[in-house]
């Protein structure tokens, strides 16, 4: 018992060290500065990584520890998918692992015998995982965008992420090329019945898929960093109690939509809540903690991909 227990504690490692060296883009003496072993050990585990088949293109060897963590989250809030990554030391706040996790997701669904919708949020998270899926011919399946992606100042947003998977899955796809806010309600429920962009919505609610991700409503706040909101709409939201946002959603710390604020003048596509088709989240970082939390507690999202600090620190609020 004791050798099993030996042989499974020195593939985590294997693996732990592989993720690092294939996943992460460490070196191996850098591994061996984050493990805290000599470089000949870090190397001799790197190669049984390799040897034991624990690492291909994706990480097949699941490290114990955050599969124990992924069915504590899976257990608290009766998750329907949920993927814990490794937590890179030297970069916390990386979203590599998580982004590898959801290509795989990605991929694993729209090679689907049945043809499916696939709706994706916008973000770093999603720009990187879209970048790890791999080229694949895919006609019958759909893509949808779930967020207005023009800011307020008319440029688009860098980290669209639709067309992008079109090109590499050659399915059709359905962006959104509005504005993120509109001036008014009024002029937002006047946009939202024209009816491409209308159908558009409608295609989203039948989605199989819905991949988001989910950012922290402080002074950080992706949304405002990257111009598509203002300092004084981002006060007002935190005024009002938003902790978080998905889509552009913002949402407070019990995970119920927030009545006000730019809620009322936003383009993206309401989420369902609860979450009604599977809803993955991936978000790491100690400062989304409280937003990831809220989400799932308020149901609009049923599944997570996150890294092993972010999944411990949200188990222990």
């Not at 732990?16 to 060296?21: H, P, S, V």
Request: hydrophobic residues 45%; contains cysteine; neutral net charge.
């Amino acid at each position: 018992m004791a050798s099993n227990d030996n042989d499974r504690a020195r593939l985590d490692e294997a693996a732990r060290a592989g993720w690092l060296y294939y996943i992460a883009g460490h070196t191996q003496e850098e591994i061996a500065r984050i493990l805290k072993m000599s470089r000949a050990s870090a190397q001799r585990l790197v190669s049984l990584c390799l040897a034991k088949r624990l690492i291909t293109f994706h990480l097949a060897h699941p490290i114990a520890a955050c599969m124990e963590i992924a069915e504590q989250l899976r257990a608290s809030w009766s998750l329907e998918h949920c993927e814990v990554v490794p937590t890179d030391p030297a970069a916390p706040l990386s979203p590599a692992g998580a982004a590898e996790r959801a290509a795989h997701l990605l991929e694993n669904t729209l090679r689907s015998e049945k043809p499916v919708i696939v709706a994706m949020g916008t973000g770093r998270t999603m720009r990187a995982a879209v970048e790890q899926v791999a080229a694949m011919e895919c006609p019958d399946n759909q893509l949808v965008s779930l967020v207005g992606n023009i800011s307020a100042d008319g440029s688009a947003s860098f980290f669209d992420t639709v067309g992008r998977l079109a090109d590499l899955t050659k399915a059709r796809h359905y962006p959104m090329p509005l504005p993120f806010l509109m001036p008014s309600t009024a002029a937002r429920e006047q946009l939202l019945r024209i009816e491409p962009i209308s159908r558009v919505h409608v295609l989203a609610g039948q989605a199989d898929l819905r991949l988001v991700g989910i950012g922290q409503m402080d002074r950080q706040a992706q949304v405002h960093v990257d111009g598509f909101i203002r300092r004084e709409e981002l006060l007002e939201l935190m005024r009002l109690g938003a902790i978080g946002e998905v889509t552009g959603w913002a949402f407070d710390s019990e995970g119920k939509i927030i009545e006000g604020g730019t809620n009322l003048r936003l383009t993206s596509v309401p989420p369902p809540v609860p979450a009604r088709a599977l809803t993955v989240g991936a978000a790491v970082g100690k400062a989304k903690v409280p937003a990831i939390r809220a989400a799932l507690k308020g149901g609009l999202i049923n599944g997570l991909i996150t890294d092993e600090a972010t999944a411990r620190a949200v188990l222990s609020v």
